[in-house]
């Protein structure tokens, strides 16, 4: 009999074109990333445990108190002193210590670049077993092979994220638009909520 059952798809009407976990959780960080003050490269982070819950996100920035208008965002000063990456705090070490229960550990992080040596050593560290990424274009560089050498050793899965669509877009604009008609049901006049208030 049980077999007989038609698939519930048949005859609901339920949207098909949602997106799935993995696009779901590197969006966050995707959208985590764009927090970041770096003029250069910014990162996101989106930490999820087995019940597909997140638990920590961050992006890579100053740390607190270092106000991020007087540190420096330069890479290539003379002066060592007046160089970003001696103060940013990255994305993974702060999605983890941002994390919103008690440890994270066997959780998956997803992240938009191949984590570096430094937070190879959180992530390891914080029980953290799987790593999902989207680039790894510094793969030539002794941090990630540094990186990839403490993770494998340490037994944390790692692998490239490969979406279906090269984008996902967020348009705040669609929630007033008619379900039939997919046009706009109001003006732009009454959204303009500023953010402060
Ligand atoms: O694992 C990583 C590696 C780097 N970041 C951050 C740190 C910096 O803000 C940028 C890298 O700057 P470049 O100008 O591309 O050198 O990315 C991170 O969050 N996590
Ligand atoms: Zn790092």
């Keep these: 009999m049980g077999d007989r059952t038609p698939p519930l798809r048949s005859g609901s009407s339920k949207r098909e074109d949602y997106i799935g976990w993995n696009d779901y959780f590197m969006a966050t960080a995707f959208l985590a990333a764009k927090r970041s003050k770096d003029p250069v490269t910014q990162v996101g982070a989106c ?36 160089n970003k990456h001696l103060y940013v705090c990255h994305a993974e070490m702060n999605a983890i210590l941002n ?6 550990k066997n959780c998956t992080i997803y992240v938009a670049l191949f984590p570096c040596n430094e937070c190879a050593k959180f992530i390891i560290q914080s029980g953290i077993k799987e790593i999902i990424y989207m680039s790894d274009k510094h793969a030539h560089k002794v941090t990630t092979i540094a990186s990839k050498k403490m993770l494998d050793a340490a037994g944390v899965r790692y692998w490239q994220y490969i979406p279906k669509s090269e984008k996902l877009v967020i348009d705040f604009t669609k929630i007033n638009w008619n379900d039939m008609s997919q046009l706009p049901t109001s003006p732009m006049k009454n959204l303009e909520l500023s953010d402060n208030e």
């Design 47 to 82: 930490i999820v445990n087995d019940d597909k819950r997140i638990v920590g996100i961050g992006y890579n920035g100053m740390p607190t108190g270092c106000n991020d208008d007087i540190f420096p965002w330069k890479k290539d000063n003379n002066n060592i002193l007046e």
């Design 99 to 104: 994390k919103n229960t008690s440890d994270v």
